[in-house]
């Protein structure tokens, strides 16, 4: 498998389609993300400030947590739209499909009930792990602390495991459910499938996903960094209260946050799904999308190698 190659096609993707960037910024989970300082009002460039009004005033800290609930939750069900969107234009992108932003958005329709309830499944699925681990471990601790301390050094990789592996599944899943417009039990199979058979090339992967999450990371913090000074510097000298500080952040860091959120999301959604191709067909078709082509291939049954 060429890595470099999927990188470079993912930027690709990212760059010419800018059209995507308003599916990749839902993606992204940005779509509705305001920085908690500036709800706050305080200096986002001083960290410490959040930290002593956590202590020192825990109660407005938990008003403005719960002012963004619905915000945060109306956000996650468009990501998974999103999602959908970008896969159903990537495939086509790459197989020589018509893509337009009226078939991505009808992908994002086609596909959201399948694509939430596979994210329903893994996150409960996860949650139901973490709640049961956190109860064996705490019955080990109330056994023996030595016998608990020890269990950890088992419990913490397997742990470690488990979460790549149902990550990783997922990813895949999603791909399956829109590229090949199957049920959530067959995406899963074929997701739990491609994984055991090509365990290396996702360890690979996911190293690679990542390292960029990281670097994507690093830059967005810069680039928030230097825009959060004359923000700051704004908020400082007219002494802002929150929600005026609020509205300075849009209007200067938000754009630029949404443009940079935007291709990220894209890059990362693009990154898994040429993946996904590259595993089950390495060298995409034109074939595949003829005119009159619906979502997914005629051929349901793409082969895994």
């Known amino acids: 498998m060429d890595y470099g190659r999927i990188v470079s096609r993912s930027f690709e993707i990212a760059w010419e389609h800018k059209w995507l960037w308003i599916f990749g910024i839902f993606a992204a989970g940005m779509g509705l993300n305001l920085r908690i300082e500036y709800l706050l009002g305080i200096s986002p460039t001083n960290p410490m400030e959040l930290i002593q009004l956590m202590l020192n005033d825990p109660d407005r800290i938990n008003a403005v947590n719960s002012s963004l609930y619905p915000i945060s939750i109306f956000s996650g069900l468009i990501t998974v739209f999103a999602l959908g969107s970008i896969i159903d234009s990537v495939n086509r992108i790459e197989r020589g499909g018509i893509f337009s932003f009226s078939t991505a958005f009808s992908a994002g329709v086609d596909n959201y009930l399948k694509l939430f309830g596979l994210s329903i499944i893994f996150i409960t699925v996860s949650m139901a792990y973490v709640f049961f681990i956190s109860l064996f471990i705490t019955f080990l601790f109330a056994i023996n602390m030595l016998i608990g301390g020890l269990s950890l050094l088992i419990i913490f990789p397997v742990t470690l495991f488990i979460f790549f592996s149902l990550l990783q599944i997922l990813m895949i899943s999603l791909r399956v459910v829109v590229i090949r417009n199957v049920g959530i039990i067959e995406s899963i199979s074929e997701g739990f499938t491609l994984l055991k058979m090509h365990f290396g090339k996702n360890i690979a ?60 999301g894209l890059f990362y959604t693009t990154f898994m799904t040429l993946f996904y191709i590259e595993l089950v067909d390495p060298k995409p078709e034109s074939a595949y999308f003829p005119e009159t082509a619906q979502s997914a291939p005629p051929n349901d049954n793409t082969p895994l190698i």
Do not use: C, E, H, R
């Open 205 to 264: 992967v996911f190293f690679i996903f990542i390292a960029f999450l990281i670097g994507f990371g690093i830059i967005t913090f810069v680039i928030w960094f230097i825009l959060s000074f004359p923000i700051d510097i704004v908020i400082q000298a007219m002494n802002l209260k929150a929600f005026a500080a609020m509205m300075t952040a849009m209007f200067l860091g938000l754009p630029v946050t949404y443009l940079l959120g935007g291709f990220i």
